[in-house]
């Protein structure tokens, strides 16, 4: 069983910023790709960003010089720093990893719980 606990989402004005923190815990054996994506009402869940194993990432275009993407292998976590936030970053942002369980197990994708992230004045 594979756990991913999502924090750090909330209210903030635009222009402000948030801090987003996923940790991954259980049977475990190794993570490749770690990633954040978001979904807002009435819309397709889309990725935000994503970083590798080895810590190379790509953004989204419309978050692209905004938000940073990090993870602490030791720690199994994946952040998302999220600046000079906009109204339409609103929605519901899931942790998602790719894991592993076992040396013989593919990998497959797990989500977080989802956090809400709302900008608004």
């Known amino acids: 069983q594979v756990q991913l606990v999502e924090s750090g989402g909330g209210v903030v004005q635009p222009g402000g910023s948030l801090r987003l923190s996923c940790a991954a815990s259980?049977?475990?054996?190794?993570?490749?790709?770690m990633g954040w994506y978001r979904q807002a009402p009435g819309k397709q869940r889309e990725l935000v960003a994503a970083v590798t194993r080895g810590g190379n990432t790509n953004y989204d275009d419309p978050v692209k010089g905004r938000f940073t993407i990090s993870r602490d292998n030791a720690k199994n976590t994946v952040y998302l720093q999220m600046n000079s936030l906009k109204p339409e970053d609103t929605a519901v942002y899931y942790c998602n990893a790719r894991v592993a369980v076992s040396i013989i197990a593919t990998f497959r994708d797990y989500w977080g719980q989802g956090t809400q992230v709302t900008v608004s004045s």
């Open positions: 259980g049977v475990i054996f190794s993570i490749n790709d």
